[in-house]
């Protein structure tokens, strides 16, 4: 069935289109965009969609869906279902689980597990090392024809830097990126939250912001040495913005993300002792999020990822010292950064939608993020007025584990479609 997408503001930052218009969609793919467009066949679904915002489907280009191996945090059906829920038609994720994700085979499982699940496009990242054991490196090569679109060692940093270079090398013969998880675990020794005065008050050991900025300085030495292309996971401190400032007026290839609780939440929130706070690179101060605002409004922070990571109730109901590290993020991700970044004028809603659509697409070389005749029909209908409150027990995630429950915020989608399929619908479609 044809969609007819009416009245809505199109925002399509890899076309720099803004404007009212409407969208056609026909045989899976954006087949018109324009001024009171006419129904090209009988039967063409019409979506009323006046005062709501029309844009590619969102990229998460950081999610942990933990298939195989951890199926009792969350699974690719409900990982997936959570996605589209948060307004993501394609989710990147990260090689942790169990086989790790270090060969063809179990990247071939991925895509062909989420195919049946038929909700948004999955795209696996490969294991930089094999088994995540920071030493011998994985088929990088193989990985890549297999269908992994970058490779990470995820939440392990490769402290080895003859490795990280070597990994920086063989990535770039075959177009991939190599995702960062920057810290020294000589500095981070341990600790649970943000080294600072909130953290000696607390009595809880602290992992200072040089934990992270020694190894961002030290991955984008590598990559201005090996000309290969370097994202830096999760920036979480001031440090951390700077030098990535600075390698991009040098012109070295890197690109970086920030999660939205790192630019929502500082180390304050941990007074609580709230193991839903407890993540890694811990929350920091709040000069820390004044410089990824600015970050993210001066371009240095390109991308917007929730690392969503999803536990059960057994790994945070304990002591902050022993809870596990991560939050969920899917399904607040959007409102969050709509609530925080665009309603207090930090971002325009262009600027906001480029990180979560063009630019992850482009950070990860992939076909997406885009509304130009012609691209997959991956799209999402987002209120950026519509007022909810966050209700962590109601999740299509398995996952509980956020501190953002109970909140009020200012923006949401209303309806997601991939390959023209409507596969989330809040009431609009009625």
């Known amino acids: ?109 991925l895509i062909s597990r989420a195919r049946q699940v038929g909700k948004a496009r999955l795209f696996p990242i490969g294991a930089i090392t094999q088994g995540l054991g920071g ?10 024809e297999a269908g992994t679109v970058a490779i990470s060692d995820d939440g392990r940093p490769v402290m080895n830097s003859e490795v990280m270079r070597r990994a920086l090398e063989y990535a770039g013969m075959f177009g991939m990126p190599v995702i960062s998880h920057c810290e020294d675990l000589n500095l981070s020794g341990g600790g649970v ?42 920036v979480s401190c001031a440090g951390s913005v700077h030098l990535i400032r600075q390698a991009k007026e040098k012109g070295i290839r890197v690109t970086s993300e920030v999660t ?18 407890k993540v890694n690179p811990p929350l920091r101060s709040a000069e820390d999020v004044r410089a990824i605002e600015e970050g993210l409004k001066d371009g240095t922070i390109e991308v917007i990822a929730t690392d969503h990571a999803p536990h059960d109730l057994a790994e945070k109901d304990l002591e902050y ?27 325009s809603l262009p600027q906001l ?11 990860l070389n992939l076909d997406a993020g885009k509304m130009t005749v012609g691209a997959k029909a991956d799209v999402v209908i987002l209120d950026p007025e519509r007022r909810w409150r966050v209700d962590g027990n109601a999740f ?28 989330m619908d809040q009431g609009l479609g009625i």
């Open 1 to 109: 069935m044809d969609l007819l997408i009416r009245g809505g503001r199109v925002i399509d930052p890899a076309g720099g289109i803004d404007d009212l218009m409407d969208v056609l969609i026909a045989d899976d793919r954006i087949s018109r965009l324009g001024k009171n467009l006419a129904e090209r066949a009988p039967g063409t679904r019409i979506i009323q969609a006046s005062g709501m915002v029309v844009a590619p489907g969102l990229i998460d280009l950081h999610a942990h869906l933990r298939e195989p191996g951890f199926e009792h945090k969350e699974t690719l059906q409900t990982g997936l279902e959570a996605a589209v829920v948060g307004g993501f038609t394609s989710v990147a994720c990260m090689p942790n689980t169990d086989p790790v994700n270090d060969n063809p085979a179990i990247t071939h499982y």
């Open 135 to 144: 030493g011998r490196l994985a088929e990088i090569g193989e990985q890549r």
């Open 193 to 234: 939250m943000h080294e600072g005065w909130v953290s000696t008050e607390l009595g809880l050991k602290g992992v200072p912001t040089a934990a992270e900025e020694v190894m961002v300085s030290r991955d984008l030495a590598l990559a201005e040495l090996t000309g290969s292309r370097l994202h830096i996971a999760h």
């Open 260 to 277: 939205p609780h790192h630019f929502t939440l500082t180390d304050e929130a941990v007074r609580g002792f709230d193991p839903n706070t």
């Open 321 to 347: 010292t022993q809870a596990a590290f991560g939050m969920v993020g899917l399904e607040t991700a959007l409102g969050l950064a709509l609530d925080r970044l665009y309603h207090r004028g930090i971002l």
């Open 353 to 363: 939608l480029a990180k979560l659509t063009l630019n992850p697409a482009r950070a």
């Open 396 to 423: 299509r995630s398995k996952g509980r584990n956020s501190p953002f429950h109970g909140w009020q915020l200012r923006g949401m989608a209303m309806m997601t479609i991939v390959d023209g399929q409507i596969v």
